[in-house]
């Protein structure tokens, strides 16, 4: 079974459509086929099996499967089995899920203008390490990488003045490796590539 999650302006008249939890719109096509329409971020993303998509906390993961399974005397719900290779972990994320957890890998244009607004970027933060950490894992939280960039700025330069508390050893390594993995994918470079350049950017 495919699960597809359309752009809203691939829906057409011989879709059936309704609204069902976490904003995941649950279409049939006129052969009954199911897929799902998933708003995230004001636009409709697609989904398929095969593809890579982005999880906050583990990265570039790839939909392995996408099946109904029962559990806990539970019929009929579907899942989509995700591998995520940095983490060697398999989830099984159920549809009603996917609106506020995935989203698509950036591209090759979004991962250029990352890299330019981490040469740029003068952001300042806390010198105190409890609203520092509260800032940076709000950052985090937001599972987008310009926001990864600007903790492993910020924790970069802390880093090399010898000012690193122990959450920010924690973000600055969620940081780069999420940042590396996700640049990695989208230039077509080996994660240790990509962090060299985010490095080289951060100077």
């Known amino acids: 079974m495919a699960l597809?999650?359309?752009?809203?302006?691939?829906?057409?008249?011989s879709h059936s459509c309704y609204f069902g939890e976490n904003r995941v719109r649950y279409c049939f096509l006129s052969e009954?086929?199911?897929?799902?329409?998933?708003?995230?971020?004001?636009?409709?993303?697609?989904?398929?099996?095969?593809?890579?998509i982005h999880h906050p906390h583990h990265g570039i993961g790839k939909v392995e499967s996408i099946r109904e399974r029962s559990f806990s005397g539970e019929d009929g719900a579907r899942f989509a089995k995700i591998f995520f290779k940095r983490d060697s972990l398999t989830l099984m994320l159920r549809e009603n899920q996917l609106g506020d957890m995935i989203r698509k890998p950036m591209g090759l244009k979004e991962a250029k203008k990352l890299l330019a607004h981490l040469k740029s970027w003068k952001g300042k933060v806390s010198n105190q390490w409890k609203p520092r950490a509260t800032a940076h894992q709000l950052k985090m939280e937001a599972g987008e990488p310009l926001r990864?960039?600007?903790?492993?700025?910020?924790?970069?330069?802390?880093?090399?003045?010898?000012t690193l508390s122990?959450?920010?050893?924690?973000?600055?390594?969620?940081?780069?490796?999420?940042?590396?993995?996700?640049?990695?994918?989208?230039?077509?470079?080996?994660p240790l590539e990509a962090l060299d350049q985010i490095t080289l950017a951060t100077q």
Do not use: C, M
Request: charged letters at 35%.
């Open 148 to 162: 990864y960039a600007e903790v492993f700025k910020n924790l970069r330069a802390r880093q090399e003045e010898g």
């Open 32 to 52: 009954f086929k199911p897929f799902f329409l998933l708003w995230f971020k004001e636009k409709f993303i697609t989904i398929t099996q095969g593809d890579r």
């Open 4 to 13: 597809k999650l359309y752009r809203l302006d691939q829906a057409t008249s």
């Open 166 to 190: 122990a959450a920010d050893r924690k973000h600055l390594k969620q940081s780069g490796e999420l940042l590396a993995e996700e640049l990695a994918n989208a230039l077509d470079k080996t």
